[in-house]
Nanobody, 123 residues
Framework: QVQLVESGGGLVEPGGSLRLSCEPSGGRRSFDNMGWYRQRPGNQRESVATITGDGSTTYAASVKGRFTISRDNVKSAVFLQMNSLEPEDTAVYYC?????????????????WGQGTQVTVST
């Protein structure tokens, strides 16, 4: 069973920066898509940023220009550099990864999630 382990959350003042990291426990995996989601208080979990195996990225409109997602395929790791943080970015951030396999005409996708790391933006 693959477990994703996040690190890098914490308390930061508005305008500050944090860098989140996520790696699988137990060694390297060949993940396809990777990404970061967050759940703000009272809200549903939402996508923040995703990155495909070939490096294509997508961002939520609210973080575009402030956050940067990247990955290290040697370590099977994904990162989220968060700059110009705002109080509205306060949330639990979850790492996500999937492995897609094709068997005949059927495509299977196994999803993996981290346990979440708290990010609090406050004075």
């Amino acid at each position: 069973q693959v477990q994703l382990v996040e690190s890098g959350g914490g308390l930061v003042e508005p305008g500050g920066s944090l860098r989140l990291s996520c790696e699988p426990s137990g060694g390297r995996r060949s993940f396809d898509n990777m990404g970061w989601y967050r759940q703000r208080p009272g809200n549903q979990r939402e996508s923040v940023a995703t990155i495909t195996g070939d490096g294509s990225t997508t961002y939520a409109a609210s973080v575009k220009g402030r956050f940067t997602i990247s990955r290290d395929n040697v370590k099977s790791a994904v990162f989220l550099q968060m700059n110009s943080l705002e109080p509205e970015d306060t949330a639990v951030y979850y790492c996500y990864a999937d492995i897609v396999t094709n068997k005949g005409w059927t495509r299977y996708r196994n999803d993996y999630w981290g346990q979440g790391t708290q990010v609090t933006v406050s004075t």
